[in-house]
């Protein structure tokens, strides 16, 4: 069994930071991408940012210059450094993996519980 476990997330003045963190747990054999997704009231969810195994990250337009992604493959981790925090990005942050549970090497996405981030003005 998989689990995602954030953590970080909470409530900020606009400008300020905030850092989340994932990390993946139970039979994992490998993990392919990692990211960041988020979902406002009333909207659809939407990605925030990701980051393969090896290769470049990639951002959503309206995040780019203020948030950077990361991971610590030793420890299964992805995390994403939010500043410059506006009221737009107040959401649920939820955290995604696509993993592979054998040598067969089959992908399967799955997510996190999601963590709360308000953003006031």
């Known amino acids: 069994q998989v689990q995602l476990v954030e953590s970080g997330g909470g409530l900020v003045q606009a400008g300020g930071s905030l850092r989340l963190s994932c990390t993946a747990s139970?039979?994992?054999?490998?993990?392919?991408?990692m990211g960041w997704y988020r979902q406002a009231p009333g909207k659809q969810r939407e990605l925030v940012a990701d980051?393969?195994?090896?290769?470049?990250?990639n951002y959503a337009d309206s995040v780019k210059g203020r948030f950077t992604i990361s991971r610590d493959n030793a420890k299964n981790t992805v995390y994403l450094q939010m500043n410059s925090l506006k009221p737009e990005d107040t959401a649920v942050y939820y955290c995604?993996?696509?993993?592979?549970?054998?040598?067969?090497?089959?992908?399967?996405?799955?997510w996190g519980q999601g963590t709360q981030v308000t953003v006031s003005s």
């Open positions: 995604n993996a696509e993993l592979a549970l054998s040598p067969l090497n089959i992908l399967n996405n799955y």
């Open positions: 980051i393969p195994s090896g290769g470049s990250t």
């Open positions: 139970g039979s994992i054999f490998s993990i392919n991408r």
